[in-house]
């Protein structure tokens, strides 16, 4: 059955990195573009980035320009997010998302928690 | 890219139909027909319920249906069932090849 499953949130001091990972099961994770939301405590979602099937190409949204980066590794059929430079903005539940048809999001994990403090 | 805008709110009791707003510009939601509306539970992962503005994904409730016109978009909620009790996100691809997310609209079945 599809599943994604996120890892690797965490407590982390402004300023500093972390990567965190999505593990794709039950479908062909190589065939679909992929995306990261992140949603802030009490607020709302928010669209982070997104990576085309085969990984040549991804999007951005302007607050994580030059900080954040997406990648994927079909082989291990896993999606990853380098977050750098972080801040207590960045404080969020992370979700990876698949796209499917209709520019849309079809499979959603469970998320995993970032918390930017010192 | 600003947020779609969604009221705060949206009450109503079993039974009833109640409709959410998805307010947007002819860059997102005026621009294609990709509007999408999310269901999320307090805790929970958001759950798709509408994609490309009305079609319904496999084995979800004829209770839900979309509809847009212009920029805005539109979820509507018949019978509504005290498990309707969610927050609603509507979210559209935009012409800059990015995706925005609607404010939210928490439903309370009264």
């Known amino acids: 059955q599809l599943q994604l499953v996120e890892s690797g949130g965490g407590v982390v001091q402004p300023g500093r990195s972390l990567r965190i990972s999505c593990a794709a099961s039950?479908?062909?994770?190589?065939?679909?573009?992929m995306h990261w939301v992140r949603q802030a405590p009490g607020k709302a979602l928010e669209w982070v980035a997104t990576?085309?099937?085969?990984?040549?190409?991804?999007l951005h949204t302007d607050s994580v320009k030059g900080r954040f980066s997406i990648s994927r590794d079909n082989s291990k059929n896993t999606l990853y997010l380098q977050m750098n430079s972080l801040t207590s903005n960045d404080t969020a539940v992370y979700y990876c998302?698949?796209?499917?048809?209709?520019?849309?999001?079809?499979?959603w994990g469970q998320g995993t928690l970032v918390s930017v403090s010192s | 890219q600003s947020a779609l805008t969604q009221p705060a709110s949206v009450s109503g009791s079993p039974g009833q139909t109640i409709t959410i707003s998805c307010t947007g510009t002819?860059?997102?939601?005026?621009?294609?027909?990709?509007v999408s509306w999310f269901q999320q539970y307090p805790g929970k992962a958001p759950k798709l319920i509408i994609f490309?503005?009305?079609n319904r994904p496999s084995g979800l409730s004829d209770r839900f249906s979309g509809s847009k016109s212009g920029n805005s978009a539109s979820l509507t909620i018949s019978g509504l069932q005290a498990e309707d009790e969610a927050d609603y996100y509507c979210?559209?691809?935009?012409?800059?090849?990015?995706?925005?997310f609607g404010t939210g609209t928490t439903v309370t079945v009264l």
């Open positions: 039950g479908f062909t994770f190589s065939r679909y573009a």
């Open positions: 979210s559209s691809y935009t012409t800059t090849f990015t995706y925005v």
């Open positions: 990576i085309i099937y085969d990984g040549t190409n991804s």
């Open positions: 998302a698949r796209e499917n048809v209709g520019a849309t999001f079809d499979c």
């Open positions: 490309d503005v009305s």
């Open positions: 002819s860059s997102d939601v005026g621009a294609y027909n990709y």
